[in-house]
């Protein structure tokens, strides 16, 4: 059997530059005491209320049979703006997938640097009982391809709202297998442990292979995942359809943006109104937001 490198803990105070240094060579790296703790107890709230209303997954392949998820969470935790705009998360996410390409419009050689967009939440309690979930990489939403010429396509977190451990389910990660290539079967003798302290995360590439673990506690272990993606794939959860306007237009101006409401310089994700290709943005700020879009019949 192969060894598997560890995956490294790096303190709150660590760099972007670090972050990004670590992701790119071992596929995830933990941040210890990600959140501080007024931040983690209000989102250990939203969280508790949001998982109060989910029910147990109907299959026992992927999405566990004794495991409660909960999403739609920009529209339910006020908190997840701690987690999306984290220096730590955002900047090293910007720093993986924000690579300028450059194409030609003509003669013109134009670089252009990709728009990134939230394209998943979601709360996770694995319950006592509930057994390994298959390893995968999260980027195989987009049928992504390894290698796919160095470019990432998600940059994933787990923040720990329990203590993550070995034998309460924390997130098996195999580190080094961001590289492998399609051929390669991931083996859970691979796979160590994210183990982590509440409030801690684990941050990791689309490309890495990972699942969750089995829980042997009596106690449920929560994570809250998202992820960060390149703006040139679909999102995995339709924000438009899972954040309401009313939500939207009080979170900050570049978490509006995050959830898809921008259009970036490769024509990603523009409106026509007027016969003219807008920035959906620019429609933000409307008393009616479906009545500005035409997406309703105006009443005069
Ligand atoms: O709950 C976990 O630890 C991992 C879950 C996961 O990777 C997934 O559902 O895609
Ligand atoms: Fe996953």
């Known amino acids: ?68 998820r909960a999403s739609r969470l920009f529209a339910r935790c006020r908190r997840m703006v701690d987690v999306v705009l984290h220096p730590l998360y955002l900047g090293a996410a910007r720093k993986i997938l924000q690579k300028p390409i450059e194409v030609w419009f003509g003669e013109k050689r134009t670089p252009i640097i990709p728009l990134v967009q939230i394209g998943m939440t979601q709360a996770i309690q694995i319950c006592p009982g509930q057994g390994l979930q298959p390893l995968h990489r999260d980027d195989t939403s987009f049928l992504w391809r390894h290698p796919h010429y160095g470019r990432e396509a998600r940059v994933q977190i787990m923040v720990a709202m329990t203590d993550f451990t070995a034998a309460n389910g924390a997130t098996r990660v195999i580190p080094g297998s961001h590289k492998w290539d399609d051929e390669r079967c991931p083996q859970q003798a691979e796979s160590i442990p994210a183990e982590m302290t509440a ?57 509006q943006k995050l959830l898809g409401w921008d259009a970036g310089e490769n024509f990603m994700g523009w409106y026509e109104s007027g016969g003219k290709m807008h920035n959906p943005f620019d429609y933000l700020a409307a008393e009616n937001i479906p009545q500005a879009l035409g997406l309703v019949e105006s009443s005069d």
């Open 1 to 68: 059997m192969t060894s598997t490198p560890a995956l490294i803990t790096l303190p709150a105070g660590a760099s972007v530059n670090e972050v990004v240094e670590i992701i790119e060579r071992d596929g995830g790296v933990v941040l210890e005491k990600f959140l501080d703790a007024a931040a983690f107890l209000e989102l250990k709230t939203e969280i508790d209320a949001a998982l109060a209303t989910s029910a147990f997954g109907d299959t026992d392949d992927f999405v566990g049979t004794d495991t409660l």
């Open 199 to 255: 409030g801690s995360a684990l941050i990791f590439i689309g490309s890495t292979y990972h699942g969750g673990g089995t829980n042997n506690t009596d106690r449920p272990r929560i994570g809250v995942t998202m992820a960060i993606d390149l703006g040139t794939v679909r999102q995995e959860e339709n924000q438009y359809l899972s954040v309401p306007y009313k939500t939207l237009k009080e979170l900050p101006t570049e978490v």
